[in-house]
């Protein structure tokens, strides 16, 4: 179990340099191979004021003049070392990690990710809890109910749910309960759980219910697809063969083996999610990750968006680890092979 | 859930005159049907089966593959329950208790405790994600009132019963990392943790190597003779039955064809189906330039079982009785001889006289 559990974060870390090349190699090698200068980049870093000596200091100053891997080797250290930026006389330390210096707004990337991930990891937490026992739970009746009422009625929701974008749903839970019966009279607006757990909650739940609803709709899917299957396995029959009562065959033998495909899948949607939740947080007005890395698109901001990129990548990929994890747990058939 | 009714005076078959769960019989089985109710029709899984078993004996049940042994099976432990689409009828004795008409939680309680089964894939039959020793004290904590270290112990000793070694070792391990023998011996050991007086075994050697088939039918003989069980065999090697069977029944399309003792259905089978199943067997001492003699045909489609008797498709004796009976009227099972039934509309001299003259001989 040690070794499987070495190998895997092995693997991870390694998946995550791969990523960071990757990325890296899209915001600089690419413009490069596209004919751009190496001033015309420098260029973009100035902003507006741009005169040639700025743009060659800044040139200098970023390392665009170097070769490409001795760019990407400093991209590295700097997030484990830190690094120095000069504006003139003054010098800005970003300590480690140090994903760079955002020169349009004068701020160093990592505190402000870090001000975003807690908004975004809310705003996820809350719907995944949601979502997995709405989901889970209509899956399973309705795999057990196979073609009763209630199974069609559960699944028409789902695929309603499935099929509504969370820009339609989401805008018309907002203006329903903020507008029309004004239950969140003040709007829905963020509150840190550090400050008022209460209130956190309270406001979240609107969101929550919105991105859950897509969400549940697909475990629902997904839930009844594998009960239905698992539930005519063997080892059930022999389940029942032995006398268990039924709610132990479906609990305990049927719903155990079924979750497996599940823990796999929310695994990668969760991860995703805390990349940022960008259609959530724009229809509510969160300054989370998502609406953070589009604003930063939109202003052409390299390294903020190098910044956001990484930290998706690196909860993407954190979240799969887990998931190899916990699946090594629950299936021992894993552990070995 | 399915549909519980008890039609009485089967058509096409005379129920023997011995009167359910009297006596020394131990498991009586009296017209059973299971029919399920598909897109694409009725399928007759099982149309009228009757058969009895005594403690201590063991019955062969052969046929097809679709022949309805296993849907049999399932039916006398109450498993059917579990399809919703599932119609059944007849009546099944336990130790004079009726099953079909009773009460489910009382049958899901008689499960595992007083009849318990041991089923064909041992691999897949077991739960991937539990130890050995997991599922075997689930098993036995269902049915007895033992704390779980008690139950752990028990699981060890029926282990070591069933001949896994190192069965204090062995109990923590995964289905998945025993050979498929020992799965068999540990699905063996399950089945019995709690001395049921009834064993149903569907195929327990099809997916084994024939060294450890042996092994396995050994096993469950010495197991049967300690523990007094009655034992049904189910399977389609003709192999095993000849090994273990005190009495045999053929099946052939949802239906009885054959019943009697091993001795009678080997050595003075009544029905051109035993004939073909007989014919079709490989020998050891045979001489290996011979041909075997297969059944032409394939078995019926369950939906639409041929009219008449099942079989007259394939029979090539079809048109010896007259005015093509065969095709229009069920033959019913008739005694031919002491506890020997079968179900067949040639005359009982013209049967005998084709089996010692034209059969007997190139077996």
């Known amino acids: 179990m040690a070794a499987y559990f070495i190998r895997r974060v092995f693997g991870a870390v390694l998946l995550l340099l791969i990523v960071s090349a990757v990325t890296f190699a899209i915001f600089f090698l690419v413009p490069r191979l596209a004919g751009q200068t190496m001033d015309q980049l420098a260029a973009q870093y100035v902003g507006k004021d741009a005169n040639p000596d700025s743009v060659a200091a800044v040139k200098k100053n970023l390392g665009l003049d170097q070769p490409l891997y001795i760019q990407y080797w400093d991209f590295i250290r700097q997030i484990v070392v830190g690094a120095d930026y000069q504006f003139g006389p003054e010098t800005t330390r970003c300590d480690a990690p140090c994903f760079g210096y955002s020169f349009r707004r004068h701020v160093e990337v990592w505190p402000q990710i870090v001000a975003r991930v807690p908004i975004t990891f809310s705003l996820a937490i809350g719907a995944a809890v949601i979502w997995l026992v709405s989901g889970v739970a209509t899956g399973v009746v309705s795999a057990l109910k196979r073609g009763s009422f209630l199974d069609r009625f559960f699944m028409s929701v789902a695929l309603a749910g499935v099929s509504l974008p969370i820009f339609f749903t989401g805008m018309l839970a907002l203006t329903t309960l903020t507008v029309q019966w004004p239950i969140w009279s003040d709007g829905i607006n963020y509150v840190p759980f550090t400050e008022n757990p209460g209130e956190w909650a309270w406001n979240l739940l609107v969101p929550w219910c919105s991105l859950a609803f897509l969400y549940s709709a697909l475990y629902a899917r997904l839930t009844r697809a594998g009960m239905l299957e698992t539930m005519g396995e063997d080892f059930i029959r022999t389940a029942r063969a032995k006398g268990l009562k039924e709610s132990q065959v479906i609990g305990k033998h049927g719903l155990r083996a079924a979750l497996t495909p599940i823990v796999t899948i929310f695994g990668m949607d969760f991860g995703l999610l805390l990349g940022g939740a960008v259609i959530t947080e724009t229809v509510f007005s969160f300054d989370g990750m998502g609406k953070y890395a589009i604003k930063s698109v939109q202003d052409n901001d390299l390294p903020i968006v190098m910044g956001v990129t990484l930290t998706a990548a690196f909860f993407i990929v954190f979240c799969n680890l887990l998931v190899d994890l916990v699946y090594a747990a629950i299936d021992p058939r894993v552990r070995y092979s | ?363």
């Not at chain 2, 089923?119 to 009132?145: C, W």
């Not at chain 2, 090539?316 to 031919?336: C, G, N």
């Open chain 2, 1 to 363: 859930m399915s549909e519980v009714s008890k039609t009485a005076g089967a058509p096409g078959e005379v129920v023997p005159a011995q009167r359910s769960g009297t006596e020394d019989t131990f498991l009586s089985v009296r017209d059973l049907r299971i029919h399920f109710q598909t897109d694409d029709g009725l399928v007759k899984s099982v149309d009228g089966v009757s058969f009895d078993v005594k403690p201590g004996e063991t019955l062969g049940v052969v046929g097809e593959s679709g022949s309805g042994k296993s849907v049999t099976s399932l039916g006398i432990l109450g498993l059917h329950r579990a399809a919703p689409n599932a119609r059944i009828s007849g009546e099944v004795w336990l130790d004079g208790e009726e099953l079909i008409g009773a009460d489910p939680d009382h049958v899901r309680r008689l499960r595992g405790q007083k009849m318990s089964m041991i089923f064909q894939d041992p691999l897949s039959a077991m739960h991937p994600y539990y130890t050995v020793g997991a599922q075997i004290v689930e098993a036995y904590r269902v049915h007895n009132k033992v704390t779980k270290k008690a139950a752990r112990t028990r699981a060890i000793e029926m282990l070591d019963r069933v001949g896994i070694p190192e069965p204090g070792k062995r109990v923590d391990s995964y289905p998945h990392e025993f050979s498929g023998g020992m799965r068999q011996r540990a699905m063996i050991a399950m089945a019995l943790v709690n001395n049921p007086q009834l064993l149903i075994a569907d195929e327990p050697t099809t997916a084994l190597d024939v060294t450890v088939q042996a092994q396995i039918l050994d096993l469950i003989r010495d197991l049967q003779k300690e523990f007094g069980s009655a034992v049904i065999m189910i399977t389609h090697d003709l192999g095993v039955v000849a090994e273990m069977a005190d009495k045999l029944l053929v099946m052939y399309g949802g239906r009885c064809v054959e019943r009697g003792t091993a001795e009678q259905v080997f050595y003075e089978p009544q029905h051109p189906y035993t004939w073909g199943l007989l014919g079709s067997m490989p020998r050891i001492d045979r001489d290996q330039t011979e041909r075997l003699i297969p059944v032409k045909g394939s078995p019926p489609s369950l939906i639409n079982v041929p009219d008449g008797c099942a079989f007259n498709p394939r029979c090539p004796y079809a048109d010896i009785p007259k005015d093509d009976i065969t095709r229009t009227t069920r033959p019913e099972l008739t005694e031919t001889g002491n506890g020997h039934f079968s179900a067949c509309h040639m005359a009982q001299e013209e049967r005998t006289r084709i089996w010692t003259e034209e059969i007997a001989p190139k077996l």
